[in-house]
């Protein structure tokens, strides 16, 4: 992953949200979390901390593995072609408490 | 037949999901030895575990489909999503490379992930190791080209663990379930609880051997083996009228509390930290009468974070949608500790540093969450109640330090708003002296009142005879207390064990109460006991 996101030139994009979600990131929560990330082309990481470690906001296990609680603050970093749209797409995603998954929900 | 001869067997454990069944036995037991086999080449293992995984996947694809509600759906897609992720399933596949089986490589490799959730801290992560034991176990399955063996339905299934989407694929109709594991947080849990399957967990390990079959019953906590003649007639007859009284209470979950005699009364909930409102319809009561703030500030860094506090009582406020939520500043001490607030190794802690005398004691801890809660109170109509208060002057200087939070916030340019400030009534020496206390409203906290008043605690049956809340001197105190707030148009309410005691209510009622406070599990079965009584008092107290 640290190679990855060596990657020069490509565009990136931060943001950042408080978790919302009754109980912390759970199964359902953290799935649709990862299908919104994986809609982008961009490389999408996210973290609890600003400085990280950061993890793969696509993959379901290592979201889950995070065990993000209840009004953790939720790091989301973006880079590639769609990265600005990936970054605030998640930040709003985990800011209405899962109801706006950009589907016009 | 075997039944005749079998001897009853009563194994004791703890529900969680209440109900009464009764069925064929059916014991599942645990998983099956892998089949040895000649292993194939790395290609062949590899295609056969990617068969395995593609055809579990579709499987629980299918019964996703058939499930047809969002709390199955969504425990199934979870391991879709699982199955469908390469950090899942790759170091399986990099197992074959040093000379693996398919079916070891997989097990080795989700017992790994499995053993990270099993050792989590926390409850719900915890619980999720059940739902990798099964994704685990359906590919296994899989690989071995077995299926799992049916299930008769109305079947009472006993096992170790039972995989959710096991259960999903059982027809209970009637049936239940016991398991000798469990977590009350497994997705099976939750599921027998959404489709009112009856369930117990931790139940003793028995030989079961010979047995054909079996009741569950959570009234009683008993998984009951080959019941006799007389056990089998009484449950039959207790099921009948649960039959009964569990439709009348659904009948009444989301209605307004009415009495027979036309009296409405408000009904609240309490809530712990309020993720247990999740799965709750806020049409089911007229607001939260209590809130414990003990869950959300559990330590010396929640204590200090006026932020994290700001924002979970928004949360709440948001789930409430404008009605009314009185939330209960830190309650710590007695049974409920903090490192480096609460007094350590006091010779009797019930009658020591708790509640308002400790917030009192840290006047600075006090007034960030007053400042958190003044800021919440500008987004909803937010109420502050202050706990353990004994003397007028304890509220007085409760009120002084609400007063500087808000000066504060004002100074600061901070939006907020002054919320009403409150107290909890469960200090015998402040009940008796009501009126002395300049209170905007009151909430009677029943158990610490009786366990004071009759100087019992609730712990020991033993002196249950004199913990009884009907008792004359508990339903004299509360009845001076609601007479005085009526008297004074000042809003009163009352939460503790007996404001769920169908036994207690109607006596609640008659003593002028308009205004109780239930857990939420409570709520239906609380405003079927109020629809059923004619009120004695035409007059009540005003609402909270």
């Keep these: 992953m640290t190679s990855e996101r060596m990657k020069a030139g490509l565009p990136r994009a931060r943001s950042r949200a408080v978790l919302t979600h009754a109980g912390g990131l759970h ?17 999408v990481w996210i973290a609890l901390a600003e400085q990280g470690p950061w993890i793969d906001a696509k993959s379901i296990a290592r979201v ?19 990265a600005a749209e990936a970054a605030s797409a998640l930040a709003r995603l985990v800011e209405s408490d899962f109801t706006d998954d950009g589907n016009g929900a | 037949m075997e039944r005749d001869t079998a001897a009853v067997v009563c194994l004791r454990g703890t529900p969680v999901s209440p109900g009464l069944a009764r069925g064929r036995l059916v014991v599942l037991a645990d998983e099956s030895p892998l089949p040895s086999r000649e292993r194939g080449s790395v290609d062949q293992e590899s295609s056969r575990m990617h068969a395995a995984i593609a055809s579990a996947s ?22 879709v999503a699982m199955l469908a992720d390469p950090v899942v399933t790759e170091p399986a ?5 040093a000379g693996a089986a398919a079916e070891q490589a997989w097990r080795d490799a989700m017992d790994l992930q499995i053993r990270e959730y099993h050792e989590a801290d926390d409850l719900y992560f915890r619980a999720r190791a059940s739902d990798l034991r099964d994704m685990r176990d359906r590919v296994l399955r899989k690989l071995g ?7 008769a339905p109305g079947s009472i299934v006993v096992a170790a663990d039972l995989p959710p989407s096991r259960f999903l694929e059982i027809a209970w109709d009637g049936g239940g379930v016991a398991l000798t594991h469990g977590s009350p947080n497994s997705h099976v849990a939750m599921l027998a609880r959404a489709r009112g399957v009856p369930m117990l967990i931790g139940i003793e390990q028995a030989d079961l051997r010979g047995h054909t079959e079996a009741l569950i019953d959570t009234d009683n906590a008993m998984l ?34 009415i009495a027979a005699s036309g009296e409405r009364v408000q009904l609240l909930i309490n809530v712990a930290d309020g993720s247990e409102l999740e799965r709750l319809d806020p049409a089911c009561c007229d607001g939260i009468g209590l809130v414990r703030t003990e869950l959300i500030l559990r330590n010396a860094a929640d204590l200090a974070d006026e932020e994290k506090q700001y924002l979970a009582y928004c949360c709440i406020l948001r789930w409430a949608a404008g009605r009314p939520v009185t939330i209960r500043t830190l309650d710590a001490g007695g049974d409920k500790p903090i490192t480096g607030y609460t007094i350590e190794r006091e010779p009797n802690p019930f009658l020591g540093m708790r509640g308002l005398r400790l917030s009192l004691l840290h006047p600075g801890v006090l007034t960030t969450q007053l400042r958190a809660l003044a800021r919440a109170a500008a987004r909803g109509p937010l109420k502050v109640m202050v706990p353990m208060v004994t003397s007028p002057r304890e509220l007085d200087r409760a009120r002084a330090l609400l007063d500087s939070a808000v000066r504060g916030l004002r100074k600061e340019g901070v939006e907020h708003a002054v919320p009403e400030l409150g ?23 029943a158990n610490d009142l009786i366990a004071y008043l009759t100087a019992s605690s609730r712990d020991s049956s033993r002196l249950a005879p004199l913990h009884d809340p009907l008792q004359p001197a508990v339903l004299r105190l509360i009845h001076d207390v609601v007479e005085h707030a009526s008297a004074h148009r000042i809003p009163v309410s009352l939460c503790g064990d007996m404001a769920s005691d169908e036994r207690c209510v109607p006596a ?27 009120v004695a008092t035409p007059k009540g107290a005003p609402f909270a």
């Design chain 2, 508 to 534: 609640l009622l008659d003593v002028g109460l308009r205004s109780i406070s239930v857990a939420p599990v409570s709520v239906a079965r609380v405003k079927s006991a109020i629809a059923r009584h004619r």
């Design chain 2, 224 to 257: 009951v083996v080959s019941p006799d003649s007389r056990l089998a007639v009484d449950f039959a007859s207790r099921q009948q009228r649960a039959g009964i009284a569990r439709a009348e209470a659904e009948r009444y979950v989301n209605a307004p509390a």
């Design chain 1, 64 to 82: 889950m593995a995070t065990k993000t609680p209840y009004m953790a603050t939720l790091y989301f970093d973006a880079e590639g072609g769609d």
């Design chain 2, 423 to 445: 107290m909890m009534v469960e200090v015998p020496a402040a009940a008796l002296a009501i009126d002395l206390f300049d209170a905007d409203f009151l909430s009677i906290g």
């Design chain 2, 145 to 151: 080209g077995a299926d799992a063996i049916a299930i």
């Design chain 2, 58 to 79: 579709a499987e629980l694809v299918a019964l996703m489909e058939r499930a047809g509600d969002a709390e199955a759906q969504a425990i199934l897609a979870f391991q």
């Design chain 2, 93 to 97: 596949f990099a197992a074959f490379e």
């Design chain 1, 27 to 43: 199964a359902r929560p953290a799935i649709k979390l990862t299908q919104v990330a994986k809609r982008f082309e961009s490389a």
